[in-house]
């Protein structure tokens, strides 16, 4: 099993509620760490933040002895949806959420996400993976490359979230560890709005970041989380 080391933090920013939720299980051979960013353009995003959230972390305890990395994700995402689904029609209203974490088996990591938060792996003060964002941007700059000054301005817009729907866009890859090696996952309130690259931020010691993070509190206009692990021992 990795060793791992785990910081986590959570702020409102200006927001008056942190529709942001961490969630986090740890077993024997296991670990699953994500972050669930509440989409509040219909209300109730904490609350789907929350439910998601939920959701993932019962179904993966329940299910991990039995079902293989790849599809104890899937499977667990889709029962979060499925609730999503289920809570809509019964406050006959619109929400979800974008997801992003690292799934922890014995000695293999896998990165999955939905929408905007973001994976970051970090060897040697370098990002050497992040995840790609589901959204407007990244879809139209592999459909008119030569156009991506433009494209920039649909940055906030997202073309994956879990809302109860099909789920359109799931990705899920294999990351390899060595020791020493820090991720970062991060909610688009924090890397949008962090004024320093990531790299320098997860390289903090938990302290330090701790402090960095409260500071920028007032500073940030949305909710902002990240959780940072540190591979101790492979």
């Not at 939920?54 to 993966?60: D, G, K, R």
């Not at 929408?115 to 060897?123: E, F, L, N, P």
């Amino acid at each position: 099993m990795i060793n791992i080391e785990h910081f986590k933090f959570s702020s409102k920013g200006k927001q008056e509620i942190n529709e942001d939720y961490i969630g986090t299980l740890s077993a024997e051979n296991l670990g699953l760490y994500f972050i669930c960013d509440g989409t509040s353009n219909y209300g109730h995003g904490e609350l789907a933040a929350r439910m998601i959230a939920a959701e993932i972390i019962n179904y993966t305890n329940k299910n991990h002895k039995e079902i293989q990395p790849v599809n104890l994700i899937q499977s667990a995402i889709n029962a979060a949806n499925e609730s999503v689904w289920n809570k809509r029609k019964e406050l006959k209203s619109k929400f979800g959420a974008t997801l992003a974490g690292l799934y922890i088996n014995d000695k293999v990591i896998h990165a999955f996400w939905i929408g905007d938060v973001r994976v970051y792996q970090i060897r040697n003060s370098q990002i050497i993976f992040q995840s790609t964002d589901h959204s407007l941007t990244n879809k139209l700059k592999q459909e008119f490359p030569t156009t991506s000054q433009k494209i920039s301005n649909y940055s906030n817009i997202i073309t994956a979230s879990l809302s109860g729907k099909s789920i359109e866009k799931l990705s899920i890859t294999e990351l390899q560890p060595l020791q020493g090696d820090i991720f970062a996952i991060c909610s688009d309130g924090l890397w949008k709005n962090i004024p320093m690259n990531i790299e320098t931020l997860a390289g903090l010691n938990n302290q330090a970041l701790k402090n960095t993070l409260t500071t920028y509190n007032e500073h940030f206009p949305d909710n902002y989380s990240i959780i940072k692990l540190l591979c101790t021992k492979i």
